[in-house]
């Protein structure tokens, strides 16, 4: 028996939000060696979440697998892979928000093993601030007093050299976009402390930002995902824009800026209580509607999993995948394919 391990990556792998498509990348190791040439029936994704399995979209770019579903419901999302019908060595757990903000628990059973979960379970890690640098002191000295005073940069105003760099102008829906500060006083010295900055996004949907203080006079300011769409961003100290901190950043549906020439599609059957079946049989009851009226089939994996491969076409496409007549949830799905 081969040992099959693997690397999370991409854009969504540290979590999202209910409703919103996350994509991440899976990227197979056999006995330690990387799979170099992936196909797609070679891999085997079983998601344990609130609300049931989801629809999964499997592409594949650049030697990696690429996930993208869209999760129903907030909170931890198990997954656990299989490459070529062997089991990965563990679970991997995806956050996703509710629409509180907040990442419910949902216990891993390890139900698509039987049961049995593996020793280690993966959890992807959480991100840490680095501890923000106490403002620097000097010491006055008269005869044999000694007296300890907090530096006056602090305290100064935060001058209008102070800039953002490294701004992200153009990102995908699912990715994470991110600028810099740097503050400078007049003489263009660096300045340390914890200077308060506002920052606001103007656009067709919230944005989540950090802003992490690394207390050498730079911060990091990270944000994402964001709705589709044309953004204003403003970083302003006490009611003052400061240098470069206004620019507007462009949000594209995270499929359509995928250069992709196919689109499968996996839909795992449940019965009526939500859970997983492990037979096929029922092919003839799905059927796939596109906007170009293409003759799409349904592969049966015989395991409760049916395989849709949908070839992309530049422009607008439609697909709905319907069960007895009614659709699958997250169908009728429309994307954008660049020309």
């Not at 999302?77 to 990442?103: I, M, R, S």
């Not at 992807?124 to 006056?152: L, Q």
């Not at 991110?178 to 400078?184: D, E, P, Q, R």
């Amino acid at each position: 028996m081969s040992e099959v391990t693997y690397e999370i990556g991409g854009r969504g792998k540290d979590g999202g939000a209910e409703g919103r498509m996350l994509i991440f990348s899976v990227n197979f190791k056999v006995d330690g060696k990387l799979v170099m040439n992936p196909a797609k029936e070679d891999i085997g994704v079983h998601c344990e979440c609130p609300g049931g399995p989801p629809r999964f979209n499997i592409m594949i770019s650049q030697g990696a697998y690429h996930v993208g579903f869209t999760p129903s419901i907030g909170g931890q999302h198990w997954f656990d892979f299989t490459y070529k019908g062997e089991w990965a060595n563990e679970p991997f757990c995806l956050q996703v928000k509710n629409k509180l903000n907040k990442v419910p628990d949902h216990p891993y059973t390890g139900a698509a093993r039987g049961g049995a979960p593996p020793p280690k379970a993966a959890v992807a890690p959480a991100k840490t601030e680095p501890a923000k640098a106490e403002p620097a002191k000097t010491t006055a000295t008269t005869g044999t007093t000694s007296v300890a005073r907090r530096s006056a940069v602090v305290a100064e105003p935060c001058p209008s050299n102070t800039s953002c760099s490294e701004r992200t102008a153009e990102m995908t829906e699912d990715e994470e976009g991110s600028f810099n500060i740097t503050v400078k006083g007049k003489n263009g010295d660096i300045l340390k402390g914890d200077f308060k900055f506002d920052i606001k996004f103007d656009g067709p949907g919230s944005i989540d930002h950090k802003l992490v203080n690394n207390g050498d006079g730079t911060y990091k300011c990270t944000f994402g995902s964001a709705s589709a769409g044309d953004y204003r961003v403003e970083v302003s100290y006490k009611n003052q824009l400061i240098e470069k901190g206004a620019w507007d950043i462009h949000v594209v549906d995270a499929l359509a800026s995928m250069a992709i020439e196919e689109l499968t599609i996996l839909v795992q059957a449940t019965d009526k209580n939500g859970q997983p079946k492990s037979e096929g049989g029922e092919s003839s009851k799905f059927k796939v509607i596109t906007g170009n009226n293409k003759d799409i089939e349904i592969e049966d994996q015989e395991d409760g999993r049916y395989t849709i491969v949908y070839p992309v076409t530049p422009g607008l496409n439609t697909i709905d995948v319907q069960f007895e007549g009614e659709s699958l949830s997250g169908f009728p799905l429309s994307f954008e394919v660049p020309n």
